[in-house]
């Protein structure tokens, strides 16, 4: 039920704009360096997801693995049931493993955890779903979660710039997110961001 409107609700109304307007402009910008071009549903879906999270906390607390989660939603026989516990799953392991990805950093799983459940979480609702744009919609999502990851990851850089970091913790950030924003900023301090090489 929605609430009467009131000073408050207005308030809610103009911070929601604002935060909208806010990621449009970080994803756009992101999208732009990283040469990414994708359908202006996935970019909508991609400004809804963050507006939605940010709203909820700024800064989420990981939740329980997804793994599991992902299982228990596969045998959920009610299929609307199912689609939405999809949609949730697909939708955390987007934000989580894309505009946290940084935090990952010392996590016991890594960004290709993320992108394994969410592609998979995608591509059940893209199989499944009775709306053919919905089934579109999370095709795409699914065929390039591991790029709309990534292009996550070089938003959220590029809105939570930090001049005082420490080259340590910079570099370890861009292992994890691979973010052209933060191997610019790398090179500007003089080191040359490069991955070590597989050992075996």
Known sequence: MARPFSEDSESDLLIARSLAGFFQELVSNAAH?????????????????????ARREATPPMQAALGPELLSALAEPDRPR?????????????????????????SIVDVEYYRSIGRDAYSHLSLEHR???????????????????????EAAESGHHSPGDAVTD?????????SRLLADRLRALGVLPVAPREKG
């Open 170 to 178: 910079l570099y370890e950030r861009w292992l994890v997110t691979r």
């Open 33 to 53: 360096r990283l040469r990414v071009s994708m359908s202006q549903p996935v970019q909508v879906y991609l400004v809804q997801l963050l507006t939605s999270w």
């Open 82 to 106: 199912r689609w939405t516990q999809l949609r949730n799953i697909g939708d955390r392991a987007l934000y989580e493993g894309g505009y946290f990805a940084a935090r990952l950093v010392d």
């Open 131 to 153: 709306r053919a744009h919905l089934r579109a919609l999370f095709g795409e999502l699914s065929g390039r979660f591991a790029e709309l990851s990534r292009l996550l990851a």
